[in-house]
């Protein structure tokens, strides 16, 4: 059973609030024995947190002790690079714009507010004050905004619980509350099994990587190796700590929740498929495009536009002639494409898409009835479909049809797949990482071209798994038990 310690560094800094078992001094908290693997969350409320303070080895012991700590020793190295939370700047104006604005036109140039637990002490600031809290979780901060042309923020600063004032102890008490309430689930009267894994979804997406037959599928392969299965949404990121794996089953992104929870997942030591590290490299096609033109991996003749002007178009239609494809770095399931046949068509699209990207991707057209997709677990193949393209369409789907999208399927054996086509997809996966993968290629002739790597591969029921069956959902469950048993002994061997 999970259990939730409160450490702070004297008595005397929780005075003003109820007396608790949870709540233990440092000093307790060093002289503090836990069995191994025990599901602990402490909330470092230490008065100071530079290197080498008291707050600094709370943190550092807790995580040696395998124990799920807030604020981590990364977030208080982060918070003091001013980098690691500009990037929220550019959203300030618009998450907070009639507020920010009021303060402006008052000539204020400095505003500081509290965030409790991601909650504000400035209704207007909510959204802002959780997303700097889902990027650097941290029981008190405290945010100094500052007018520069433009809302900056100047400073997050971990805060001590000894210096709050009368209102804001009230504040911090209640966002406490809250905090407890959802981080711990309550005990359920089930077997109790040797792992626990959360099956990251989104019920509102209209594309999503499986369907709930194959949702339900997973969750009894899981359940016969002994994984107890949660399906969560984006408000749970909190509740990362209690499990063992994480399993993104949403369309993921860089600018996204879906980052944060596999970002937050590794730094928690839990076992993550989509890794960042994939999402990162697997979601921008500039980059694969770079990467496998360095490793000498076969893919259409690609060129990467910044801009319309007239060399640039000449140049483009000079060298792949049409059609021409382009795309921009970051699309999924065929958005984000346009199929240009002529100059007119490029320009326009060009256009078009440079709205949305600063940098495409032009790559020649390459005429075939299907896609291969071959699925690659740890760099072993696992599955293999032939995608054929939407009636009468050039991709595999087609968003303009309301009806049915997708053009059909045929899975098949990996073995009575070319072997080009099987080596090509592993070796395109292997220069990702050794996660789950969907390899993307095209076959005409004798040349095998890979089109892109996706790191939240499809597996629905009743296509991805209509050769090996539920094996297919065993195989991708047992890798996680696999992982997390190998993250175990190197906790125990340090």
């Not at 560094?9 to 001094?25: H, K, L, N």
């Not at 980098?83 to 929220?88: A, H, R």
């Not at 002639?321 to 346009?338: A, E, H, N, Y």
Request: with cysteine.
């Amino acid at each position: 059973m999970s259990r939730l310690l409160i450490v702070v560094e004297s008595p005397q800094d929780w005075a003003p609030y109820f007396p608790s078992e949870q709540v233990i001094t440092f000093d307790d908290y060093l002289q503090l024995s836990t069995p191994a693997n025990s599901r602990t969350r402490v909330i470092n409320l230490s008065r100071k947190f530079g290197y080498l303070s008291k707050g600094y080895y709370c943190s550092l012991l807790a995580e040696a002790r395998g124990h799920s700590v807030i604020p981590s020793v990364k977030t208080l190295n982060d918070l003091r690079d001013r980098s690691s939370f500009s990037v929220i700047e550019e959203h300030l104006q618009s998450q907070a714009e009639k507020f920010l604005n009021k303060l402006a036109d008052r000539d204020e140039d400095t505003f500081t507010f509290w965030i409790f637990f991601g909650e504000s002490s400035v209704p207007e600031l909510k959204k802002l004050a959780r997303e700097l809290f889902e990027q650097q979780p941290c029981p008190i901060l405290q945010a100094e905004l500052k007018w520069r042309g433009g809302w900056r923020i100047s400073s997050l600063k971990v805060a001590p619980v000894h210096t709050l004032t009368e209102p804001e102890q009230e504040a911090f008490a209640n966002a406490l509350d809250r905090f407890s309430a959802q981080l711990w689930r309550k005990p359920k009267t089930r077997t109790i099994s040797r792992y626990e894994m959360a099956i990251l979804v989104d019920s509102e997406e209209k594309l999503p990587p499986s369907d709930s037959k194959a949702l339900k599928k997973f969750v009894k392969a899981g359940n016969r190796l002994g994984i107890n299965v949660d399906f969560i949404g984006r408000k749970d990121i909190r509740k990362l700590p209690e499990y063992d794996m994480l399993f993104i089953r949403e369309t993921t992104n860089i600018d996204h929740h879906t980052f944060q929870f596999a970002c937050r997942a590794e730094a928690e030591g839990l076992a993550v498929i989509d890794d960042p590290q994939s999402i990162i490299r697997c979601t921008n096609k500039v980059y694969l495009a770079d990467l496998f033109a360095a490793r000498k991996i076969d893919t259409p003749q690609t060129r990467l536009i910044s801009t319309r002007d007239k060399k640039s178009m000449d140049k483009l239609e000079a060298d792949l002639g049409f059609p021409i494809i382009l795309k921009i770095p970051d699309g999924s399931f065929s958005r984000g494409m346009i199929k240009a046949e002529n100059r007119q068509e490029l320009e326009n699209g060009v256009t078009e898409l440079l709205k949305h990207s600063a940098l495409l991707l032009a790559q020649e057209y390459l005429y075939t009835e299907f896609d291969w997709r071959v699925g690659v677990l740890n760099g072993k193949p696992l599955y293999a479909c032939q995608y054929f393209m939407a009636r009468n369409h050039w991709q595999i789907y087609d968003h303009s049809n309301t009806g049915d999208p997708s053009g059909g399927y045929q899975t098949m054996p990996t073995y009575e797949v070319p072997k080009k086509v099987i080596n090509t997809a592993v070796k395109a996966a292997g220069l990702i990482g050794k996660g789950l993968y969907g390899v993307d290629l095209k076959q005409t002739g004798n040349r095998v071209v890979v089109i892109e790597v996706n790191d939240n591969p499809s597996i629905d029921a009743g296509v991805e798994d209509e050769f090996i069956g539920d094996e297919l959902y065993t195989l991708i469950m047992q890798e996680f038990i696999n992982r997390v048993q190998t993250i175990r002994r190197l906790r125990e061997a340090l």
